[in-house]
């Protein structure tokens, strides 16, 4: 059993900021990618970040420049997402994913309105 769950969503004003963070729980592969998708409304899910445990670092294009993903140097099964410059078009509900031994795990999604 693995269980995710997701922090930081809220509402913020264009170009703020926003601190999302995910912590895995139960059966963890100690070799896994952890990341961020989002959901953005009458949009397919899109893959913002992901971070395997050897630090190997993903980002979706729209994203780049804008948006850091890390991952904690004690809790390893923790990850960030440091959402900087957030626009309009960032608006959606953001999962956290793990990733391993072909299995994919979700969180049930943290929503991040940018609006002003």
């Known amino acids: 059993q693995v269980h995710l769950v997701e922090s930081g969503g809220g509402l913020v004003q264009p170009g703020g900021s926003l601190r999302l963070s995910c912590t895995a729980s139960?059966?963890?592969?100690?070799?896994?990618?952890m990341g961020w998708f989002r959901q953005i409304p009458g949009k397919q899910r899109e893959l913002v970040a992901d971070i395997t445990t050897g630090g190997k670092i993903n980002y979706g294009d729209s994203v780049k420049g804008r948006f850091t993903i890390s991952r904690d140097h004690a809790a390893r099964n923790t990850i960030y997402l440091q959402m900087d410059n957030l626009q309009r078009e960032d608006t959606a509900v953001y999962y956290c994913?793990?990733?391993?031994?072909?299995?994919?795990?979700w969180g049930q999604g943290t929503q991040v309105t940018v609006s002003s």
């Open positions: 994913i793990a990733n391993f031994l072909l299995q994919l795990y």
């Open positions: 139960g059966s963890i592969f100690s070799d896994n990618t």
